[in-house]
């Protein structure tokens, strides 16, 4: 049973910090790329943040320079520390384990996201 697992969501201030854990199981974890994305009310589900099964981390230019994301394949978790936070930070935040088959079409396993919420 695939299990992704997120924490560490909360209230925080405008300027402020908060790092995000995806803690997975039932996966074969290497083989997984991985990826942050964010919904807010009334908006569709964006991704923020990704990382390779290699760890290169791609980012949006939403949050370029404020987040990072991170794996630690002995732990089996993905990570985004997110720093310089903005009201417009607000939202659901949800960690996906990513794969592509042989047609390039992508399948994945979602977590059932935590809320950030960036007070102004």
């Known amino acids: 049973q695939v299990q992704l697992v997120e924490s560490g969501g909360g209230l925080v201030q405008a300027g402020g910090s908060l790092r995000l854990s995806c803690a997975a199981s039932?996966?074969?974890?290497?083989?997984?790329?991985f990826g942050w994305y964010r919904q807010a009310p009334g908006k569709q589900r964006e991704l923020v943040a990704s990382?390779?099964?290699?760890?290169?981390?791609h980012y949006a230019d939403s949050v370029k320079g404020r987040f990072t994301i991170s794996r630690d394949n002995a732990k089996k978790q993905v990570s985004l520390q997110m720093t310089s936070l903005k009201p417009e930070d607000t939202a659901v935040y949800y960690c996906?384990?990513?794969?592509?088959?042989?047609?390039?079409?992508?399948?994945?396993?979602w977590g059932q996201g935590t809320q950030v919420t960036v007070s102004s």
């Open positions: 996906r384990a990513r794969f592509w088959g042989v047609d390039g079409r992508e399948g994945g396993y």
């Open positions: 039932g996966i074969t974890f290497t083989g997984y790329a």
């Open positions: 990382i390779t099964t290699g760890g290169l981390p």
